[in-house]
């Protein structure tokens, strides 16, 4: 998924996985942190687009967040 094209993926499954994907990999989603044992969330088709955080990537691709 970090790396096939987004027409692959849509032919594959749906438009809007693909379109999910494509913004995931842009840093277009909203991430609320979690805190005190309550798990984060993640808001990809969210209105809040001025809130965008999103994980560094390491030189191997793997996420990073601090």
């Known amino acids: 998924l ?5 027409d692959d993926i ?9 379109q999910a994907i494509d913004l ?7 991430v609320e942190p979690g805190y005190d044992g309550v798990f984060g969330k993640i808001g990809i088709f ?3 687009k001025e809130s ?8 191997d691709g793997q996420m990073r967040l601090f």
Do not use: F, L, T, Y
């Not at 849509?10 to 693909?18: G, L, N, T």
């Not at 995931?24 to 909203?30: E, H, I, T, Y």
């Open 24 to 30: 995931m990999r842009q840093g277009k989603v909203v």
């Open 52 to 59: 965008v955080i999103m994980p560094q990537h390491d030189s």
């Open 46 to 48: 969210s209105v809040k």
């Open 10 to 18: 849509k032919r594959v499954s749906d438009e809007r996985i693909a």
């Open 2 to 6: 970090m790396h096939s094209n987004i």
